[in-house]
């Protein structure tokens, strides 16, 4: 083990240590789903860890491209850009604004970190109601550490997730509220419009035969996405993806689909809520329609991305909830007795699958030491 996975772990056992005291002694607030919110140490410190030392890489997945281009910027020559109401602007206007302070991008990094893993850290502390263990989900299903890549899109979803309380709200008028979010997410990566018919979707009744339908629907085209290929470069055209059909991602194999496993697994969580769907309907109400909802959408996500894994990058901004998800239909079963083998069960079986199949810190680098 190096240096910096040292650190790493060390990060993650403190985090989780210090999610769990937090646990055992909380807040006298309560979340949405009526569970206990922890102590508020237990969301600042691991904030703070994972937000810290995910700003001080220097490499880590296209974080170098981003590097790259920051200093083949000429702060001499180099004219400010201007801040102006657009998808995606307000990364040049942040990248050009640090740039015009310092020749190096650590500045930059460290920003767009913290906007990606702190928000999120507090969406699974104030929602989660087994936190020690959303944090450690945090980690194992890969969201931390695919935040090192793909700097705009995980601040994006950042700033979304912390219009969380009305997206799960029952007022209509709170939809304007979550309007807000996506605008600002907007700001930093195009993409984030995609949450705008999410929203919509969601708030149906989970479990419907409309859900299956959605889902063999996805299988589908799936199977048949080499029919559909030119309609859908056409799409990709006028959006932040059109690199992507230019070079040849799609029509000549430069890039291949998701690990078939990573579907395997988000299976797993679904069928233990589809499993006890009315108890967890009647202990937690429309809400938990809107969660699951919201997992489905992602699950659907990453079967499409079985054929390129570009369509994983939409699964960003949701599944930050399957995390949440997940610590409610391992913790919180009609069973104890059931959920007390889960919940080791549960751990071992992502630590596996995060060391052999998703995308660890095995390769991260700093400056700093």
Known sequence: MNYYMMWFAGIVTGSFLIAFFARLMPSRRLNPFAEPVPNIFGFLLPAAAFGIFSGLRNNMGDTFFYVYSYRLLDKETMDPVPFRISGGIMYPFLQSWCRMRSDEPHELIMITALIACVPIVYVIYKYS???????????????????????????????????????????????????????????????????????????????????????????????????LLPAFLDILEDTEYSRYAENGWFTEGVEQGSNIIRVAVLIVPLTLAYLEREYYRMRYGRRWDILVNLAIINLAFYILSLYNWIFARFAIYTSNYVIIMMTYVITRGRDPGKQRILYPASILMYVFYFYNVQYSVIGYASDLF
């Open 129 to 227: 109601c087994s936190y020690e263990l959303g944090i450690a989900l945090y980690v194992l299903t890969g969201y931390y550490s695919f935040s090192m890549n793909g700097i705009r899109q995980y601040a994006a979803a950042g700033i979304l997730i912390m219009g969380t309380k009305y997206l799960l709200s029952d007022k209509k008028t709170d939809f304007f509220k979550f309007l807000l979010f996506v605008f600002g997410a907007w700001l930093f990566h195009t993409s984030a419009l995609i949450m705008i018919p999410i929203y919509f979707v969601v708030r149906r009744k989970a479990w419907t035969p409309t859900t299956f339908l959605f889902l063999l629907g996805t299988v589908f085209v799936t199977l048949i996405f080499n029919q």
